[in-house]
């Protein structure tokens, strides 16, 4: 659990109708968000960055790195060994916590507004982006991500969530938007083309159109005859 000015707290929601606290730890700036992957937490403690704890023992964590983000850290994102920052004005920090105890820069991105959160599904960085609204990023590469698309929203995005294909951005005063993002999919011309040799027999191709970060469409035997 993230705080605020109450640092990081561990609870134990065995008995979702009695949580017990096991552990509090106050942190140097004020604790916005949290994530947690495998045995470690990542609390985004805004002036301070990111700072990474070891929870093996939850009763005990145990403070083993730190990212210095260049902005306010206002909430994280991990994925495969990768911290996805919503860095306010400093926008999307994208940092390897491959070794926990020492996170470094993998990439970034600026964005218009101020980044204050971030999701991440499949090879997509969903970004609250302040009064600019959604930001959908492209994180395949992640050392170049790529911006792809928006969505305007009429009030401030804060906070942003992805489940089962949707969107749900929390925006202000105008409550809770649920949108549906489907990347494009590019097929250049050539892909589709097929050059048989002799159109008086049967031809069996195999045809495979990649759409990163989903299923690929695969048609079999295409016969020409």
């Given at each position: ?17 009695n ?13 916005q ?25 939850p ?59 971030v ?17 959908i ?20 995005s804060?906070?942003v ?5 949707l ?59």
């Amino acid at each position: 659990l993230s705080d605020v000015i109450g640092g990081f707290r561990v609870l134990d929601i065995s008995d979702p109708e009695n949580p017990r606290q096991l552990a509090e730890i106050e942190t140097p700036d004020v604790a916005q968000d949290v994530f947690v992957s495998g045995n470690f937490a990542y609390v985004a403690d805004r002036l301070s960055g990111m700072i990474v704890f070891d929870i093996s023992d939850p009763s005990n964590p145990e403070e083993v790195g730190v990212y210095n983000s260049p902005g306010e850290a206002m909430s994280i994102a991990v994925e495969n060994n990768i911290a996805y920052i919503a860095d306010e004005i400093d926008g999307l920090q994208i940092v390897s916590v491959r070794r926990p105890e020492g996170p470094s820069r993998y990439g970034r991105l600026d964005t218009e507004g101020f980044a204050y959160g971030v999701a991440v599904s499949g090879n997509y960085a969903f970004i609250a982006d302040g009064s600019e609204g959604l930001k959908i990023v492209n994180i395949s590469d992640p050392r170049e991500p790529e911006l792809i698309g928006g969505f305007d929203t009429p009030e401030t995005s804060y906070k942003v969530a992805v489940s089962d294909g949707l969107i749900y951005l929390a925006d202000g005063e105008s409550g809770i938007r649920v949108i549906s993002a489907i990347p494009s999919i590019d097929i250049s011309h050539e892909d589709l083309e097929f050059e048989p040799t002799n159109l008086n027999s049967s031809l069996s191709r195999t045809l495979t159109i990649s759409n990163e970060g989903h299923s690929d469409l695969i048609i079999l035997d295409a016969v020409v005859d």
